[in-house]
């Protein structure tokens, strides 16, 4: 079962999802990422810490943000990706595409 979290730090809007993001879960996150862009936040970041495997269903979510984050004139940046989810991002070459950052304060300077 997927939780999203969802936070507002220095002048950021950040949103924490903890769990697998697959096809069942995808929609939940896609609902946070939703209501925090509301608001449209000059940055979005999305903390990965807590996410141990994402599908296609989670990526292509994630895409979508970007693309409402880049059309409301704010940015979105992933941070804190496990390892397993980064290959993800790198064999579809979206390492290119997105915003990845180590640190959760990288993300937010």
């Known amino acids: 079962m997927l939780e999203v979290h969802t936070e507002h730090v220095s002048g950021a809007t950040v949103v924490r999802p903890e769990g697998e993001i697959d096809l069942g879960s995808a929609p939940e996150l896609r609902n946070s990422l939703r209501d925090a862009q509301q608001a449209k936040p000059d940055k979005l970041v999305v903390d990965l810490t807590e996410v141990p495997y994402m599908d296609s269903s989670g990526v292509a979510t994630l895409v979508e943000a970007m693309q409402m ?35 959760r304060d990288e993300a937010l300077t």
């Not at 941070?79 to 180590?102: G, K, T």
């Open 69 to 103: 984050s880049r059309k409301n004139g704010g940015a979105l940046v992933l941070c804190c990706m496990q390892d397993r989810v980064r290959s993800i991002f790198e064999i579809a070459r979206l390492d290119m595409v997105f915003q990845i950052v180590q640190t």
